[in-house]
Nanobody, 120 residues
Framework: QVQLVESGGGLVQAGGSLRLSCAAS????????MAWYRQAPGEQRELVAT???????NYADSVKGRFTISRDNAKNTVFLQMNSLKPEDTAVYYC??????????????WGQGTQVTVSS
């Protein structure tokens, strides 16, 4: 059994910053790509950023230059540093990871989500 637990969400004024964390736990053998998604009310879930195990990153156009994804492989943790936040960044943010367990079974795992609210 593996799981992802997010933290770091909250309420911030426009122009402010937040840092999200997501820690994987369980019988983990390896973690491939890790990612952050978000879902605003009434909208579909959208990809925000991805990072491979070797550190290659990719971002949605809407967050390029403002958000930075990083990971600590030793701690099975991924981060999302969000700067210059805008009201349109308001959403529930979900962590996602492709995890191979110690029994060599692979799963696409989601966290429970953390709310980010940006006030104007």
């Amino acid at each position: 059994q593996v799981q992802l637990v997010e933290s770091g969400g909250g309420l911030v004024q426009a122009g402010g910053s937040l840092r999200l964390s997501c820690a994987a736990s369980g019988s983990i053998f390896s973690i491939n790509t890790m990612a952050w998604y978000r879902q605003a009310p009434g909208e579909q879930r959208e990809l925000v950023a991805t990072i491979t195990s070797s550190g290659n990153t990719n971002y949605a156009d809407s967050v390029k230059g403002r958000f930075t994804i990083s990971r600590d492989n030793a701690k099975n943790t991924v981060f999302l540093q969000m700067n210059s936040l805008k009201p349109e960044d308001t959403a529930v943010y979900y962590c996602n990871a492709y995890i191979t367990t110690s029994s060599r079974r692979s799963y696409n795992v989601w966290g429970q989500g953390t709310q980010v609210t940006v006030s104007s």
